[in-house]
């Protein structure tokens, strides 16, 4: 029985580690449609359709805040401010952002260690890294699609 539970545990943290790191990877959705990041996400916290062209869909998760701008095609932009307990966390998880980015043909325009800019053809990434007063640091992701 003991065996069972270390196994289980072990299962639980490797599923939740990577959600952890899907979770930082809102421009995957960019070009998807809504429907893609409601069945990610779940149900919106709130949602403005009042303008077609300008659909804002908020969620809320523990930790987590995400905003995605939709029209018609698709999304065509996205935002995330994720906070984590250290700063050790904060820069393990954006060293993995950074690296799949790079993976996925982005090129990296480092600013400083805490502002970063990626961009590939029809797509940018603005990411910044903040250290707050309670000692949790927050990263905030800005993507959006481009025309070039």
């Not at 960019?30 to 779940?42: C, E, F, R, T």
């Not at 659909?55 to 932009?77: A, C, E, H, W």
């Not at 996925?104 to 903040?130: A, R």
């Given at each position: ?64 805040n995400y905003i ?81």
């Amino acid at each position: 029985m003991k065996k069972l539970c270390i196994y289980f545990l072990f299962l639980l943290f490797g599923f939740f580690n990577s959600m952890n790191a899907q979770d930082i990877k809102v421009h995957n959705f960019i070009g998807k449609q809504l429907n893609d990041v409601i069945a990610n996400y779940g149900k919106p916290v709130h949602q403005d359709n009042s303008i077609p062209e300008m659909v804002s869909t908020f969620f809320k998760l523990p930790d987590r805040n995400y905003i995605f701008i939709s029209d018609s095609s698709g999304v065509y932009q996205a935002q995330a401010s994720l906070n984590y307990n250290t700063k050790d966390e904060a820069a393990e998880a954006l060293t993995k952002f950074i690296k799949d980015c790079q993976s996925n043909t982005f090129i990296s325009d480092t600013l400083s260690s805490e502002h970063i800019k990626l961009h590939k053809k029809g797509e940018k990434i603005d990411v910044t890294i903040f250290q707050m007063s309670s000692g949790k640091s927050q990263i905030k992701i800005e993507a959006a699609k481009t025309e070039d």
